[in-house]
């Protein structure tokens, strides 16, 4: 079946570095993958998308990489403040509208 | 993008009662989607709510258990019957924006049900 797999449950660093997370994925070939931002008691909020044929892509101090031969995506964001603290979603879809979601990681950036 | 407008953001509700939640679109989009997300767990698709038919719902999940209304291209409902403590979790009301780099799902807020 399929199945996404997210690096950790939770990930702390220190302000100003770079925060890494992970996303695996089995038993699927997506069309394209994203990457959301879930805070505390609230609805996911779309961040970034990159295809199949992408290997990067960037948004200001967010950059993800999408590599189908290894079936895996890293998502980096620079210059980590305390504000990017929140959990982030990766989701992956195909032509269909049908997305399915990976189960987060909880990541905080510590002052 | 679309935005999305969820009611209640927030209810405490008891066994046994049923709760409707809301959700308006400030566009026309063809499919509405209503998702659950358990404390700790991912989103999970409840149905797929179209317009002037009826819902289609995923497996696990029964018409009985969750009504859906689609009466027009900017509004649905989602109905929690019979709630028991299981149920409580957050709801998230979603649309789809299709590009022609990929579709893209636009949540809503939310509503936090919990269940005593």
């Known amino acids: 079946s399929q199945k996404i797999e997210q690096n950790s449950e939770a990930l702390n660093i220190q302000e100003g570095k770079t925060a890494t997370l992970t996303c695996n994925y089995t038993?699927?070939?997506?069309?394209?993958l994203q990457w959301y931002r879930q805070d505390p008691g609230r609805g996911p909020v779309f961040l970034l998308l990159?295809?199949?044929?992408?290997k990067e892509k960037r948004k200001e101090r967010l950059k993800v990489t999408f590599d189908t031969t290894l079936k895996q995506s890293l998502f980096h964001i620079t210059a980590s403040q305390p504000a990017d603290s929140a959990t982030y979603l990766c989701a992956l879809g195909s032509s269909a509208s049908k997305i399915i979601f990976g189960s987060g990681t909880r990541l905080s950036i510590r002052p | 993008s679309a935005v999305i407008s969820q009611k209640p953001s927030r209810d405490i509700c008891q066994r046994g009662t049923s709760l409707t939640i809301q959700c308006q679109v400030d566009s026309q989009v063809t499919m509405m989607f209503w998702y659950r997300q358990q404390p700790g767990q991912s989103l999970t698709l409840i149905a797929t709510?179209?317009?002037?038919?009826?819902?289609?719902?995923e497996s696990g999940f029964v018409i009985d258990k969750f009504p859906i209304s689609r009466p027009n291209l900017t509004f649905s409902t989602l109905t929690v019957s019979n709630m028991s403590p299981e149920d409580s979790s957050i709801y998230l009301c979603s649309v789809v924006v299709s590009r022609s780099t990929g579709n893209t799902i636009y949540f809503g807020e939310g509503s936090w049900l919990t269940v005593v």
């Open positions: 990159i295809r199949e044929n992408e």
């Open positions: 709510a179209n317009q002037g038919s009826e819902a289609t719902y």
């Open positions: 038993n699927y070939s997506p069309a394209y």
